[in-house]
């Protein structure tokens, strides 16, 4: 595994974008001032040529079992507002495999800040985003990159289904309170329940594995309107907390056969994160390139 360092970190994000969108990520933490901020951004498309998982049938009451306690599960979102913790991000293929080490904030819904540091522990990318706008900077390269999510340079990477406003909810495992309608309730082999939720930015589907009985969601699946899976989350390696913030987000992509994995440890479960650890402001010097 390559450890990355200086310019390189502008070379794998270019590989990490140019398939997918992660989110954002931690600035000044635990005493460590950085004058920049890392959004992570990842998402991986999927080629849509996977099938949906097999489920079963469940009776009428057990589905009004699930979706009451599914909708309780869902309503702790508005107490987990914040997620704090370090960060290790992998990406492996048959191409190259990289990771990337740092620090990671988000704060519902849509605020991030990624710092990656290097193995002296310095930073050497910073990026932050709000859901509407991003700011990445290279310490390396002396460059600040601002640039709208919406803009032709960042949205065409984004998958369907990612709607960079809910960042948090993707990282923490959660779908958003207030924004679906459940269609369907079915169980997997191991006795988890398929969540049917319509519908999401562009008519998107989603259906949510849900272990009843830990109380978490452990897979979100997105879907086009022609059924096609855009995205496949996988969430493991939960806190033990009310939250139960997952420790592992796994991004597949069936065309590339490559992999995203995001590693996270050390969570601060009690982080009040101000919505100014958000805003860096780019060190005097800093050359500014503005994203199309």
């Not at 140019?18 to 001032?33: A, E, M, P, T, Y």
């Not at 999927?46 to 869902?74: M, N």
């Not at 989603?206 to 699946?221: G, P, Q, T």
Request: net charge neutral.
């Amino acid at each position: 595994m390559t450890r990355l360092q200086g310019g390189d970190g502008m070379r794998l994000l270019q590989l990490i974008l140019s398939r997918l969108i992660l989110s954002r990520l931690i600035l000044s933490r635990r005493g460590l001032v950085v004058p920049a901020l890392f959004f992570a951004c990842c998402q991986w498309v999927l080629a849509g040529c996977a099938g949906l998982p097999p489920s079963h049938a469940v009776s009428a009451l057990e589905r009004d079992e699930v979706e009451t306690a599914f909708l309780q599960k869902i309503a702790l979102s508005k107490q987990c507002l914040n997620l704090d913790a370090e960060v290790t991000v992998s990406y492996s293929s048959f191409l190259q495999d990289a990771t990337l080490s740092g620090y990671l904030q988000v704060k519902s819904p849509a605020l991030l800040k990624f710092v990656a540091i290097n193995p002296l522990g310095q930073p050497f990318i910073v990026l932050v985003t709000d859901g509407e706008r991003f700011r990445y900077l290279s310490v390396p390269d002396a460059k600040v990159y601002d640039g709208s999510v919406h803009a032709k340079a960042f949205s065409r990477y984004a998958p369907k289904g990612l709607d960079p406003g809910l960042a948090f909810y993707w990282l923490a495992g959660m779908p958003p309170p207030d924004r679906f309608s459940i269609l369907g309730v079915s169980r997997d082999s191991n006795g988890n329940y398929w969540v049917e939720l319509c519908c999401g930015p562009e008519s998107i589907e989603s259906r949510i594995l849900y272990d009843k009985e830990a109380n978490v969601v452990k897979r979100h699946i997105a879907l086009d309107r022609r059924g096609r899976i855009v995205i496949d989350v996988r969430y493991d390696d939960f806190t033990d907390n009310t939250c139960g913030f997952p420790g592992k987000v796994i991004v597949s992509s069936l065309e590339n056969n490559g992999t995203l994995e995001i590693y996270l440890s050390d969570f601060v479960l009690d982080a009040d994160l101000p919505r100014g650890d958000f805003v860096i402001d780019p060190p005097t010097g800093f050359k500014k390139v503005l994203v199309q």
